[in-house]
């Protein structure tokens, strides 16, 4: 299947808060000065950030910080290394109205060639067995350096973390290919690795 560039596309479980007040709205601008340190950064800041203000009796807030922190650095290292220009944004909100879910979302432009190859990827991972997923995946990391499509940090997010994952991959006639990452965690899972 083809991506059409005056499209939306979503894969997994992506859904939009168009109304929702962030807690954390933060964009990354491209340039000379972004580097893979940024993502550490700013992942740890947003960790800290909802360490301090989310209950901590069960889970510690050390373990609210290491869940947050991985998650957050996963989606702003996968986001750094496939963009193509422009910024990156990190969006996230605690919503309350079902369970108390934490919802991060980092948006990115790819390039319109990487758009039909990641769909393929993608396609794989939502609809895999998401443990032997991660064996074949490490077998064949073992084998190849090239880990460009090895998918290893989402299947981590899904399998240690119960993380709920969802892409938007939105095309305008210019040919600005943005892709949306949503990652949605219960703070009832948090620190409460598989």
Known sequence: MTFKKNSVQIIGSYNDLLDEQYDLNIE???GDNLTWSHCGLTAD???QFYSKILPTENPTSNEIFHTINYIANELLENAFKFKSDGHIVLQSIIDHRASSKLTLIISNQIN???VDPLIEQLSILINSDVEQLMLEKLEANAISDDD?????GF???INDYDASLGWKI???????ITISIMAQISIDNFGTKK
Not at 170 to 176: A, V
């Open 112 to 114: 319109i060639n990487q």
């Open 170 to 176: 939105s095309g305008n006639e210019n040919e600005k």
């Open 148 to 152: 460009s499509t090895s998918c290893l």
């Open 155 to 157: 299947i981590t997010m």
């Open 28 to 30: 990354l601008h491209s």
């Open 45 to 47: 800041y947003v960790a």
